[in-house]
């Protein structure tokens, strides 16, 4: 079982399907098959007993084997695939005039060792070509219609191959995003503790240390522990914590039971960010977060609460961060989640909701 993009997709095990991945034990027994529909079909108009009669059949399945496999490989490649459709027409018309031609040859040639059963068809005049080259054209439409199945769905699953591939290599660039655009701010954090000389600042590249070495070796999972993540976001409260001093106050409750559940990876970091950013920076006051998680057996509950700093502009609450939480969590989950921001009071609210996982 394989995750992607928050879904748990089922590869099928190739080891155990054996010769059934060869093409050649398709054909074979399309063509066994085939034959056996003929035989049917020639013992239920003649009642003939003779073993023989029905040995004769195989030059003409190696006539049908002939036109089949050269639309399979030449024409509808070469032709059909291209959109030649005249040339296609043509040479394919062309191909079942010359088996049906063949097939009345073949006839012919045991009426004259004395198989009488054959002497009705072996006439070469229009309405015996005819009945051959219909013969030719019901098998070919049957194969061809397999043919450009396949095709098409050969198609199908390169476009999903793709998509896939270009959805995971935005997500990772979006991902990536987060690192140094915390980094940064972390930084500049310990920057201005050093101008102060702040005794805090060891402490804070103990913390720096811990996050860094979350993001370099657990990050890059596609699912993680929901308790390392939150383990992870408390670690960045308290490098915020050392850094705005007595004036912060962070409320942070959690409910429902996580041992056992797993999300992506450093999916709510953004958001709270985001509420250092516009909530604490410019804001000289007292300061209070609120961030709640509670989880059921299905779905996470994320909720953010920060103050409205009069020096901070608001329509930047959905700058490139959320831009990006937003885009990220549309390719991890698709419209499996829900994101709400709104200001009420001079409070900026985010609240998210996305489906969390049992750990396997």
């Not at 070919?140 to 591939?165: D, M, N, R, Y």
């Not at 600042?201 to 999972?221: C, G, H, Q, R």
């Not at 057996?297 to 020096?311: D, G």
């Amino acid at each position: 079982m394989a995750t992607y993009g928050g879904f748990f997709i089922v590869e099928p095990n190739v080891s155990k399907l054996g010769p059934l991945r060869k093409p050649w034990v398709y054909h074979t027994l399309f063509w066994i098959f085939y034959y056996f529909l003929i035989v049917l079909l020639f013992y239920s108009l003649t009642k003939s007993p003779s073993i023989n009669f029905y040995l004769r059949l195989i030059p003409f399945i190696a006539c049908d084997m002939v036109l089949v496999y050269l639309n399979l490989y030449i024409l509808i490649p070469r032709l059909l695939l291209k959109k030649k459709y005249l040339e296609y027409i043509s040479l394919l018309t062309a191909g079942i005039v010359a088996i049906g031609s063949a097939i009345i040859y073949i006839e012919k040639l045991y009426v004259y060792r004395g198989s009488v059963e054959y002497a009705p068809a072996a006439i070469f005049n229009f309405p015996n070509l005819f009945i051959r080259c219909f013969e030719q054209v019901y098998l070919i439409g049957i194969t061809t219609s397999i043919k450009l199945v396949k095709e098409w769905l050969k198609h199908q699953q390169l476009a999903k191959e793709k998509e896939k591939h270009y959805l995971q290599t935005e997500l990772n660039f979006l991902k990536s995003q987060i690192q140094p655009h915390f980094f940064f701010n972390t930084l500049n954090n310990l920057y201005s503790l050093t101008l102060k000389k702040s005794d805090q600042a060891p402490e804070i590249v103990l913390k720096l240390s811990d996050l860094m070495s979350y993001m370099l070796y657990e990050s890059n999972a596609p699912q993680v522990s929901l308790l390392k993540e939150i383990a992870y976001l408390q670690n960045y409260l308290e490098v915020e914590k050392l850094r705005f001093g007595h004036r912060l106050t962070v409320s942070f409750t959690m409910g429902g039971e996580m041992s056992q559940l797993s999300i992506p990876p450093m999916i709510l970091i953004l958001f709270l960010e985001n509420s250092f950013k516009h909530g604490v920076k410019n804001n000289l006051q007292q300061i209070k977060i609120e961030i709640s998680i509670e989880v059921d057996s299905h779905f996470l509950y994320f909720k953010v609460t920060n103050p409205v700093s009069e020096l901070s502009d608001t329509s930047q609450n959905n700058g490139i961060g959320l831009k990006n939480a937003r885009r990220r969590l549309e390719l991890l989950y698709g419209n499996d989640f829900v994101l709400d921001t709104k200001t009420w009071n001079k409070t900026y609210i985010v609240s998210l909701k996305i489906p969390v996982w049992q750990q396997t």
